[in-house]
């Protein structure tokens, strides 16, 4: 069996995406620039949307799992008067539709209320969530009629604003697997008059912000490699920002960790984890060892056993533990 060639480049690459083009797009541009075939992403964002993609390239496609904790910031229009089949502007026009109420002060409070915290979202029906293995925009392109369940997503942050009688501007900071489209089709649901999403914007997943991100543009027009990795927006893969707890090691805790052995840790910070967490591990010097689980939080929180999840070796390369 042949193995797999060391990767050239590891680290984030956090892409602006243009409207237009696919996710999947932008993953060719950046292989084709990188000459890298390990690229994925830590979340789609559909081609009608712009803003952050955030591309994880070569081993730090191994941390796709854990980036997608992040929440992400979405700003977006929802335009009030009808529904569609896509909860987009692509799809063709459904009920419900009527006229929108006047979306005063109190409609608003109670959308913003109805749409914080906890909520059921039940994804379009046109979209890459997969059911029996089948993507469900694959089925309904089939006219496949298929049962969808809800599921359970968390809205941190949540404001709406009437920009016209018709159009409600919203931003809104969510968990990952969050659809604004279903919530653009939800509040069109709730106002009675149906409503889609004509316009979306992701600003930022976690630490991560559109604003700094490498353009498409310039990702396109890459002559080498160098000309992305050189760049500001280019994030190695010892610098990745992970939304989790961190540890610092000494180096003789390090040696043990990186050698996939479980270890004692003292924790005079009083870092707050609990059993089952997941942590950042780094070297003393702040290198990225890997990812730890926490098997046990000893002492009142002065002690955890921590047994190694993913190690990242001297060469950054990674490998899993098996369980």
């Given at each position: 069996?042949?193995?797999?060639?060391?990767?050239?480049?590891?680290?984030?690459?956090?892409?602006?995406?243009?409207?237009?083009?696919?996710?999947?797009?932008?993953?060719?541009?950046?292989?084709?620039?990188?000459?890298?075939?390990?690229?994925?992403?830590?979340?789609?964002?559909?081609?009608?949307?712009?803003?952050?993609?955030?591309?994880?390239?070569?081993?730090?496609?191994?941390?796709?799992?854990?980036?997608?904790?992040?929440?992400?910031?979405?700003?977006?229009?929802?335009?009030?008067?009808?529904?569609?089949?896509?909860?987009?502007?692509?799809?063709?026009?459904?009920?419900?539709?009527?006229?929108?109420?006047?979306?005063?002060?109190?409609?608003?409070?109670?959308?913003?209320?109805?749409?914080?915290?906890?909520?059921?979202?039940?994804?379009?029906?046109?979209?890459?969530?997969?059911?029996?293995?089948?993507?469900?925009?694959?089925?309904?392109?089939?006219?496949?009629?298929?049962?969808?369940?809800?599921?359970?997503?968390?809205?941190?942050?949540?404001?709406?604003?009437?920009?016209?009688?018709?159009?409600?501007?919203?931003?809104?900071?969510t968990s990952t697997?969050?659809?604004?489209?279903?919530?653009?089709?939800d509040v069109g649901?709730?106002?009675?008059?149906?409503?889609?999403?004509?316009?979306?914007?992701?600003?930022?997943?976690?630490?991560?912000?559109?604003?700094?991100?490498?353009?498409?543009?310039?990702?396109?027009?890459?002559?080498?490699?160098?000309?992305?990795?050189?760049?500001?927006?280019?994030?190695?893969?010892?610098?990745?920002?992970?939304?989790?707890?961190?540890?610092?090691?000494?180096?003789?805790?390090?040696?043990?960790?990186?050698?996939?052995?479980?270890?004692?840790?003292?924790?005079?910070?009083?870092?707050?984890?609990?059993?089952?967490?997941?942590?950042?591990?780094?070297?003393?010097?702040?290198?990225?060892?890997?990812?730890?689980?926490?098997?046990?939080?000893?002492?009142?929180?002065?002690?955890?056993?921590?047994?190694?999840?993913?190690?990242?070796?001297?060469?950054?390369?990674?490998?899993?533990?098996?369980?």
């Amino acid at each position: 069996m042949s193995r797999r060639r060391p990767s050239h480049f590891n680290g984030l690459l956090p892409v602006y995406k243009k409207a237009g083009p696919t996710s999947h797009d932008v993953v060719d541009m950046a292989r084709k620039a990188l000459g890298e075939r390990r690229i994925g992403h830590t979340g789609t964002l559909d081609p009608l949307a712009e803003g952050l993609l955030l591309l994880c390239v070569g081993q730090a496609t191994r941390l796709q799992q854990f980036l997608l904790k992040w929440d992400k910031r979405y700003q977006g229009e929802i335009r009030l008067g009808h529904a569609t089949t896509t909860y987009d502007s692509e799809g063709e026009a459904t009920g419900p539709r009527g006229e929108p109420p006047a979306l005063n002060e109190d409609v608003i409070a109670r959308l913003t209320a109805q749409f914080s915290g906890e909520i059921d979202q039940v994804p379009p029906p046109y979209s890459a969530k997969k059911v029996h293995g089948k993507k469900l925009y694959e089925l309904a392109r089939n006219g496949e009629e298929i049962h969808i369940e809800p599921r359970t997503v968390r809205v941190e942050e949540i404001s709406m604003q009437a920009k016209t009688p018709d159009v409600l501007a919203v931003d809104a900071t969510t968990s990952t697997g969050f659809y604004v489209r279903s919530l653009a089709h939800d509040v069109g649901i709730e106002l009675g008059c149906g409503g889609y999403l004509q316009h979306l914007h992701r600003a930022s997943i976690g630490p991560y912000t559109a604003a700094k991100a490498f353009t498409q543009d310039a990702l396109e027009a890459a002559e080498t490699p160098e000309d992305v990795i050189g760049s500001s927006a280019w994030v190695p893969i010892e610098s990745i920002s992970l939304p989790f707890a961190e540890i610092d090691l000494n180096s003789a805790a390090a040696e043990r960790f990186v050698n996939g052995q479980e270890i004692i840790v003292f924790n005079p910070g009083q870092t707050e984890v609990e059993n089952g967490a997941n942590v950042v591990i780094r070297s003393a010097d702040k290198r990225l060892l890997g990812i730890g689980t926490v098997r046990a939080v000893l002492a009142r929180g002065r002690t955890l056993n921590i047994a190694p999840e993913m190690v990242f070796g001297a060469s950054t390369g990674s490998r899993s533990r098996r369980k």
